[in-house]
Nanobody, 127 residues
Framework: QVQLVESGGGLVQTGASLRLSCVASGRTFRRYTMGWFRQAPGKEREFVAGITWSGGSTAYADSVKGRFTISRDNAKNTVSLQMNSLKPEDTAVYYC????????????????????WGQGTQVTVSS
């Protein structure tokens, strides 16, 4: 059974930074692409960032490019999302997700490419 546990969310002001972390257990983490998605009230879940199993390739939504950075530590089964210059429109529940296939060389940006999801962590950015 795979478990993904996110942490690091909170309430911050516009322009602040937060670092989200996701710890995985139950599967060989280092073989899988990891993604971060978010869902705001009344909206669909959307891709934020992703990183391939080796860390050799990353992808970002246009809305977060230049502000967010995804990274992973395979020795610690952890993927992180550093979020800088936060804006009110970044307010959402953030989820980490583990790809359904091992050793993919591109980051999937659709939710159906991911097999396991965390419970989410709330990020609220006040104006």
């Amino acid at each position: 059974q795979v478990q993904l546990v996110e942490s690091g969310g909170g309430l911050v002001q516009t322009g602040a930074s937060l670092r989200l972390s996701c710890v995985a257990s139950g599967r060989t983490f280092r073989r899988y692409t990891m993604g971060w998605f978010r869902q705001a009230p009344g909206k669909e879940r959307e891709f934020v960032a992703g990183i391939t199993w080796s860390g050799g390739s990353t992808a970002y939504a246009d809305s977060v490019k230049g502000r967010f950075t995804i990274s992973r530590d395979n020795a610690k089964n952890t993927v992180s999302l550093q979020m800088n210059s936060l804006k009110p429109e970044d307010t959402a529940v953030y989820y980490c997700a583990l790809d359904s296939e091992a050793y993919t060389v591109v980051v999937r940006t659709r939710t159906y490419g991911y097999e396991y999801w965390g419970q989410g962590t709330q990020v609220t950015v006040s104006s």
